[in-house]
């Protein structure tokens, strides 16, 4: 049990960690971005790493699940444009006033 606990402060950690680094330091907008792009990564990956596996396995060497994740892909893809279209262009600057709807 106190393994565990100590597992999980390790992993936080850098929750705090970075909230220090942040405070200390005046970061770009880049470097930033970078930071948060590897963060969202990691989150998705560590949570589609279970899904993947248990579709692979149940899957049985037929490539469904590569399909079902290049589908899954391409589906962001095309909303994240579909959505930029409709008049949503600036919805990721940092610098720009965002308004309610």
């Known amino acids: 049990m106190l393994g565990a606990f100590l597992w999980g402060l390790f992993a936080s950690s850098s ?47 037929t490539g469904f699940p590569a399909l079902g994740l290049f589908a899954g892909a391409l589906t962001f893809l095309f909303s994240d444009m579909l959505i930029e279209k409709m008049g949503a262009a600036n919805r990721k600057k940092i610098n720009v006033a965002h308004g309610s709807g």
């Open 15 to 61: 929750l705090i960690l970075g909230g220090a680094i942040a405070l200390r330091f005046n970061l770009s907008n880049k470097l930033l971005g970078i930071i948060m792009a590897f963060g969202a990564g990691t989150l998705i990956s560590a949570v589609a790493y279970e899904l993947i596996f248990e579709a692979i396995k149940l899957g049985r060497n």
